[in-house]
């Protein structure tokens, strides 16, 4: 069974839920969901899941439950590449 570690950067309460770039060295994703109840957490790996084409049971957030930070393991079945193309210039 395949494993792959994420590092991200979250921004809750965006307009839409999207992968913007890089912040520093991590993916830095929008989620549309706000950071209240851990709906934002929810969000993100549902979005995680869908991307990657896996079970939302096979993605556990490692570190940063209640941080925008996070540490991510995504098990099973995933692809060489990641699922999306990275925008290209800065992003913060």
Known sequence: MKRRVL???????????EVAGMHGERIKIRLAAPAT???ANEALIEFLAEE???AK????ILSG???RD???VIEGDTA????????SGPSS
């Open 80 to 87: 060489g590449e990641l699922p999306w193309k990275m925008p």
């Open 65 to 67: 439950m209640k941080s």
């Open 37 to 39: 109840e851990g709906r």
């Open 57 to 60: 049971r096979d993605i556990r």
């Open 52 to 54: 990657f084409g896996v």
């Open 70 to 72: 996070k540490r991510v």
């Open 7 to 17: 590092e991200l950067h979250v921004q809750p309460g965006a307009r839409r839920t």
